[in-house]
C-alpha cells in the first residue's frame, strides 16, 4: 500500500474516489470542482489531499484545507482535515492513521501549528483521533422555538425584513461577515470571494440565502432552509452587527410557516440570553458533532487547545460555512 498526494493518483481515480467518499458523506469532490478550487486559490493544500492505494484501488483518503483563523496569539493558518475515509472492507487495519500521520508531517513542516477536524462523537472515528492527539475543543450550540403564530408575529416595519435576493450582492454580503467578525476568534477572517465560491460548488440555495435589510440598508444575511415538509425552518449562518441580531432572529420568526425555528453556531451563544427570553430552548452543547483540534508542535491538552484556539469565547466565530 501507498500513501499519494492527489496528482500522483492512478488514471481515472474519480470513480473510485467518488464510492469511497459517498460511502460515507454526501458529497464528493469531484476532479473539476478540485480544479476550480486550484485556480481561484482556494484554500487546498498544494497536494490537495492524501490517499491511501493498494494495487490500483483507492482504499482511503483524507483532504486539506489551509485555513485562516485567528487564536488567541493572532491571525495564523490552520490545518483544516476533512474527509477522512477508510473503504469498508478494509477499516480497522491502520490505514486512517497512516493517512493522517503523513499529513501532519506534511502540515507541521508547512508551519501550522493546529491541525483541526469535525466528526460525531458517537462515531468509531472519535476515539481513533483521540488515539492521535485530538481533543474536543467545540460543540455548536443549538436553540430550538416551536413557531410563533401568524397573529402573534410583528410587523414587519417593527424590525428588519429578510428576503432572498439572488446572488448579486455576495460581495457585499461578505463585507458585512467580515465587519461582524472584526476582533473575533476562529473563523474571523474567511478567504475572498468565500460565498462566490460556496455558490460555484453548489453549496448555496438561491431560496435560502435571505438578505437583512432594515431601512433600506443592507445590513447582512441568513442562510436558512426549510426541511421537514416546511414545519422546520433551520438557520446556519446569522450575519449582521451584535445590535441587529435580535432583528434579524424576529425576522426569521417571521418566516416560519410552522413547526419549529432552529438556530445553530456562534449567533446562538452571543444571543444566549434574548433568546432564552423569547422563549427558545437553548443547549450549549446541543450537538453530537464537535471540533476537535490537535497540536502540531508540543503535546497540548484540550484546556491549553480550548484556551489558544478561543473556542470558549463569546466572541468566537464558527457557522455552518466553516465545517469541512
Known amino acids: 500500500m501507498r500513501i499519494v498526494p492527489y496528482d500522483d493518483l492512478p488514471a481515472r481515480a474519480d470513480a473510485p474516489r467518488a464510492a469511497l467518499q459517498l460511502s460515507a458523506f454526501a458529497s464528493f469532490l469531484d476532479g473539476r470542482t478540485v480544479r476550480r478550487y486550484r485556480r481561484h486559490r482556494y484554500l487546498l493544500a498544494d497536494y490537495v489531499g492524501l490517499f491511501a492505494v493498494d494495487h490500483g484501488e483507492v482504499v482511503g483518503q483524507t483532504y486539506v484545507l489551509r485555513l485562516p483563523y485567528r487564536t488567541r496569539s493572532g491571525l495564523e493558518t490552520i490545518s483544516g482535515i476533512a474527509g477522512v ?146 414545519q422546520r425552518l433551520t438557520c446556519d449562518e446569522l450575519v449582521a452587527p451584535y445590535g441587529e441580531l435580535p432583528g434579524v432572529v424576529r425576522a426569521l420568526e417571521r418566516r416560519v410557516p410552522g413547526g419549529m425555528l432552529v438556530l445553530w453556531y456562534s449567533p446562538v451563544r452571543r444571543l444566549d440570553r434574548d433568546l432564552r427570553r423569547r422563549g427558545y430552548l437553548v443547549r450549549n452543547a446541543g450537538s453530537w458533532y464537535v471540533m476537535m483540534a490537535k497540536s502540531l508542535g508540543e503535546p497540548a491538552g484540550g484546556r491549553a487547545l480550548v484556551r489558544e484556539l478561543g473556542t470558549d469565547q463569546a466572541a468566537f466565530a464558527c457557522m455552518d460555512g466553516d465545517r469541512f
Open 85 to 230: 475515509t477508510t473503504r469498508r472492507d478494509r477499516s480497522r487495519r491502520g490505514i486512517a492513521t497512516a493517512i493522517l500521520e503523513e499529513v501532519h508531517r506534511r502540515e507541521r513542516a508547512h508551519g501550522s501549528r493546529f491541525a483541526l477536524l469535525w466528526t460525531n462523537r458517537g462515531w468509531y472515528a472519535h476515539g481513533l483521533y483521540e488515539r492521535l492527539g485530538y481533543r474536543d475543543v467545540y460543540v455548536p450550540p443549538i436553540a430550538v422555538k416551536p413557531a410563533v403564530p401568524a397573529a402573534r408575529r410583528p410587523a414587519a416595519s417593527a424590525a428588519g425584513v429578510l428576503r432572498p435576493e439572488g446572488f448579486g450582492h455576495l460581495a457585499e454580503l461578505e463585507r458585512r461577515y467580515a465587519e461582524s467578525e472584526e476582533g473575533s476568534y476562529g473563523f474571523a477572517v474567511r478567504p475572498a470571494r468565500f460565498l462566490r465560491m460556496l455558490q460555484e460548488g453548489g453549496h448555496l440555495e438561491r431560496d435560502a440565502l435571505l438578505t437583512y435589510r432594515r431601512r433600506g440598508r443592507r445590513l447582512g444575511y441568513a442562510y436558512a432552509t426549510l426541511s421537514g415538509r416546511g
